[in-house]
């Protein structure tokens, strides 16, 4: 028998702790509408955004409604995720499958590595242009390029781990409001069920791709500056 890795071992019992003193006070119809409370949730904060803009409130505010909105789904998934072993997320793949995953995967990186040869050449060119082809002033141009696109690269990359998220989530309990038979340990709170109950609602893999989603482009919206690099 496998033996569980000591730390998802302290972060169960730590859930376990911290969930038993509430499995009780759970309202009714949250344990058993979680998924439309994370819906109506998140449409709250969302909708706050409107008197936010109107008013020209701070730009931290939009960024505490966003974190509110997603809040729910993401902890939820955060604490699934926590406590399922990558094997459960294996299953048996046909030998189509297999090949044409990876035929999908090579296509997909000779279009990123031909994009990037193209960028850089073209990233290269412009940067000596910017720079009057001092070197020291190139590469002050190019450091400052660099400092701005680290955030676009930081937030594209979050983006993809939210929806593989959401694609993991969507293995292990389906795209079910309450599913009958999931691929989450049963151990998993297993002597909390309104908490197990409430918990698997949240952890909905259409919530998280929506509300990830929406903060990403909230994030790129405040706090990213143009970084176009005019190639003409």
């Known amino acids: 028998m496998e033996q569980e890795p000591v730390e ?3 972060a169960r019992r730590s859930i376990v702790r911290v969930v038993a003193r509430y499995e009780s006070k759970h309202p009714n119809w949250l344990v058993e509408h979680a998924l439309t409370a994370g819906w109506i949730w998140a449409a709250v904060w969302v909708l706050m955004l409107v008197p936010a803009d109107h008013f020209d409130w701070h730009h931290w505010i939009y960024v505490l409604l966003v974190v509110l909105a997603v809040l729910p789904t993401f902890a939820a998934t955060v604490i699934v995720l926590s406590q399922t072993p990558h094997s459960h997320l294996q299953r048996n793949e046909s030998v189509l499958g297999h090949f044409f995953g990876r035929f999908a995967a090579y296509v997909f990186a000779f279009i990123a590595w031909t994009l990037s040869v193209v960028l850089s050449a073209t990233v290269a060119v412009q940067l000596q242009n910017e720079g009057a082809d001092n070197e020291v002033q ?10 701005e696109i680290i955030p676009v690269v930081i937030l594209f990359l979050w983006l993809v781990l939210i929806f593989r998220y959401a694609w993991f989530l969507s293995r292990l309990r389906g795209w079910r409001s309450h599913p009958a038979h999931t691929r ?9 069920p309104r908490t197990h109950r ?3 609602g949240l952890a909905h893999p259409a ?7 929406l903060a990403v482009v909230m994030a790129s919206v405040l706090f990213i500056d143009d970084v176009t690099i005019n190639l003409v």
């Open 138 to 147: 190139t590469l002050g141009v190019g450091l400052s390029f660099l400092a």
């Open 198 to 200: 409430m918990i698997i």
């Open 8 to 10: 998802q071992v302290v």
């Open 207 to 213: 919530l998280l791709a929506v509300t990830g989603t």
């Open 184 to 192: 989450v340990p049963s151990a998993f709170l297993a002597h909390d």
